[in-house]
């Protein structure tokens, strides 16, 4: 059976407009979107470009966890805290 790795996703509005979603355990790994979901849906992207990578060039995915795969990854996202930090109920941050 494979491990279970409950790594962090990272939201932060952008000065600009949009957001940035990053997991801080994968080096590199970060992506932007008009809205939380095109973030999120962008990170996943990355994350798929980096285990790629990692898995041709023999390099570790994510360094603290050298024997995690991607099937191993659980990603834990705290929509309520992202809200509150930007000033906004649940259901506008789910709206934008």
Do not use: S
Not at 8 to 17: D, S, T, Y
Not at 43 to 64: H, M, S
């Amino acid at each position: 059976m494979a491990q279970v790795l409950e790594l962090v996703v990272e939201i932060e509005p952008l000065a600009e407009g949009g957001y940035l979603a990053l997991c801080p355990d994968i080096p590199g790994c970060h992506a932007e979107g008009k809205t939380v979901g095109e973030a999120l849906d962008h990170l996943r992207d990355v994350v798929q470009v980096i285990y790629e990578l990692c898995q041709k060039q023999g390099l570790v995915f994510v360094p603290a966890h050298p024997e995690a795969t991607l099937n191993d990854i659980v990603w834990k996202v705290n929509i309520p805290l992202i809200a509150r930090d930007i000033g906004i109920t649940v259901q506008e941050l789910l709206e934008k």
